[in-house]
């Protein structure tokens, strides 16, 4: 199988893990060799392969790698699904725009202590 065509991003993988139903997986873990560990998910109904990320289990600091990588290959049926989580990703690319954010969480939480409530 040409495991190039099913991967995706470590956020794509996360959030497909999340839509499975906790109790509608099964988790096997397996070496490949003696570096890599493949973590997989099938479908307890139909025993189909649904996703897997593969580690690299190397700690050499001269070998260029990619520590994990992220694999979807098949949806689960409806009845081992829930709804997909709305994420919303911020991304900072300067200093001044992290402490504006840092300036608003803290006006926001100043302002839920004014109100009698502590976060």
Same mark, same amino acid.
């Given at each position: 199988? $040409?495991?190039?065509?099913? *991967?995706?991003?470590?956020? +794509?993988?996360?959030?497909?893990?999340?839509?499975?139903? &906790? %109790?509608?997986?099964?988790?096997?873990?397996?070496?490949?060799?003696?570096?890599?560990?493949?973590?997989?998910?099938?479908?307890?109904?139909?025993?189909?392969?649904?996703?897997?990320?593969?580690? $690299?289990?190397?700690?050499? *600091?001269?070998?260029?790698? +990619?520590?994990?990588?992220?694999?979807?290959?098949?949806? &689960? %049926?409806?009845?081992?699904?829930?709804?997909?989580?709305?994420?919303?990703?911020?991304?900072?690319?300067?200093?001044?725009?992290?402490?504006?954010?840092?300036?608003?969480?803290?006006?926001?939480?100043?302002?839920?202590?004014?109100?009698?409530?502590?976060?």
């Amino acid at each position: 199988m $040409d495991k190039d065509i099913y *991967e995706v991003t470590r956020n +794509d993988y996360k959030g497909f893990v999340q839509t499975i139903k &906790p %109790e509608a997986r099964d988790v096997r873990a397996d070496y490949i060799d003696d570096y890599h560990l493949a973590t997989n998910i099938y479908s307890k109904k139909t025993n189909k392969l649904l996703c897997g990320r593969i580690t $690299d289990m190397r700690t050499n *600091e001269d070998i260029e790698r +990619d520590i994990e990588r992220y694999y979807i290959y098949n949806s &689960p %049926e409806p009845d081992e699904s829930l709804p997909a989580i709305p994420t919303r990703k911020v991304v900072l690319e300067t200093k001044e725009q992290v402490q504006a954010l840092f300036d608003w969480m803290k006006r926001v939480r100043e302002g839920e202590e004014e109100n009698g409530r502590n976060i």
